[in-house]
């Protein structure tokens, strides 16, 4: 390989790196246009002056079902939404995963578990994913009314799968959106995720 297609080959690797790279808090949430469980096409942008909260799910998950099963989720998604909040719930399980669902399973799941969020987005591509470096289920992100990421990381500081840990635990994700709500930088902004690794 001459020098030339050596600089040209690192260049493009790192071109389409960036286009993955971890979004930093500050900085404007990635755009995205992706299909909802319906089939309906829908975009971050669609949702400005909102506060908007991104939730990875895979109801296969123990550490997802960890925060369902007492119906915890629900209470957040219930919560926020009469205050505004837009709550896009995110599966981003590959087609070929035992734990796939597609958009009738994902809408037939969300009625079992009477969870509600704003919007379920069926990413089974992974494209909403990678753009957002999401790395557990769950991974939570919360964008203020400005477009800007505010938070990422987990939603809480119990990193077991155990609900009885939900309560002794400090609600990262909630404080978050709180934070985003008042006009404030929240507190952490940033922590580590915990969960299953998504299925990509």
Wanted: hydrophobic letters at 40%.
């Amino acid at each position: 390989m001459t020098k030339y297609l050596r600089i040209l080959s690192l260049s493009l690797f790192a071109g389409a790196a960036s286009l993955f790279a971890d979004p930093a808090v500050g900085a404007a949430a990635p755009e995205f246009s992706a299909k909802d469980a319906d089939g309906k096409a829908v975009k971050l942008s669609d949702h400005k002056g909102k506060v908007v909260v991104l939730e990875w799910f895979n109801p296969g998950c123990p550490f997802v079902k960890k925060f369902y099963a007492p119906g915890k989720m629900q209470e957040l998604q219930k919560a926020y939404a009469a205050k505004g909040v837009v709550w896009i719930t995110v599966a981003s399980t590959k087609a070929k995963h035992p734990d796939h669902l597609d958009g009738a399973g994902l809408k037939a799941k969300a009625l079992e578990w009477k969870a509600s969020p704003g919007v379920m987005l069926d990413d089974t591509d992974g494209v909403v994913a990678r753009l957002y470096s999401a790395k557990t289920t769950p991974h939570v992100f919360v964008v203020g009314a400005d477009g800007k990421l505010l938070y990422k990381g987990a939603i809480d500081s119990g990193r077991s799968p155990k609900s009885d840990e939900i309560a002794k635990s400090t609600p990262y994700l909630a404080n978050a959106i709180d934070a985003a709500l008042a006009g404030k930088t929240p507190e952490p902004a940033e922590t580590k995720p915990y969960g299953c690794g998504v299925k990509l």
